[in-house]
């Protein structure tokens, strides 16, 4: 997928939970569905747009929330709302956790020799390891997170986890797992935090995820 089109799609994604947690806010929940039908939508289409083989599992899953954000819209539900950051979330978890079966390479050592261009020293390769475990930990834990509080907890405490503070939580994973290994390792060259984040947005995660 070309840059702009990845980060067009990466939009849109973050647009959704500011969007849909500002509508269950001011209790318009079907703003809340018209929302996540269009950047469904929107997502299912560019996925679609990229090479066949390429695809991966996004443009059956955008599909599928779309046609759930309409199924509830047309019922009067909230349905689409909670099932969204659960898929999400079981999405992630199972490609990271699928990553660390045996025979295959976990996605953060993938990402991180791909990002030095060289083999990976052992030490670093075991803790990265350990790392991608710590990502399919968080990803389980906001999946049970969002179940549960569509349960226990009003709409609005749902909507301020689900769709902002989970976010803050992988942010806050992300950036401080960076800075941590910089000082953990550091001996060893390092991108700066511009070049990681590019790095990030250009890196084909889905197509690592199958290969790996």
Do not use: C
């Amino acid at each position: 997928m070309p840059a702009r089109r990845k980060v067009l799609a990466g939009v849109l994604v973050l647009t959704y939970p500011l969007a849909v947690h500002t509508a269950i806010v001011f209790d318009q929940i079907a703003v809340a569905s018209i929302a996540l039908f269009i950047i469904a939508a929107a997502v299912a289409a560019i996925s679609i747009a990229r090479p066949a083989e390429h695809r991966g599992v996004f443009p059956f899953l955008f599909s599928l929330l779309a046609v759930l954000s309409l199924l509830s819209l047309a019922s009067g539900t909230r349905y689409a709302l909670y099932v969204t950051p659960v898929v999400i979330n079981l999405v992630m978890l199972a490609f990271f956790a699928g990553s660390l079966l045996a025979g295959k390479e976990p996605l953060i050592t993938t990402f991180h020799r791909l990002t030095i261009g060289r083999d990976i020293d052992p030490a670093i390769s075991a803790y990265m390891r350990r790392l991608t475990w710590i990502w399919v930990l968080l990803f389980g834990i906001m999946t049970l997170e969002s179940a549960a509080l569509v349960l226990f907890a009003p709409l609005v405490i749902w909507s301020l986890f689900a769709n902002f503070l989970n976010y803050v939580f992988v942010a806050v994973l992300l950036l401080g797992e960076y800075f941590y290994r910089i000082v953990r390792f550091r001996h060893y060259p390092h991108p700066s935090l511009w070049q990681f984040l590019h790095n990030l947005v250009h890196i084909d995660w889905a197509r690592i995820a199958r290969s790996s």
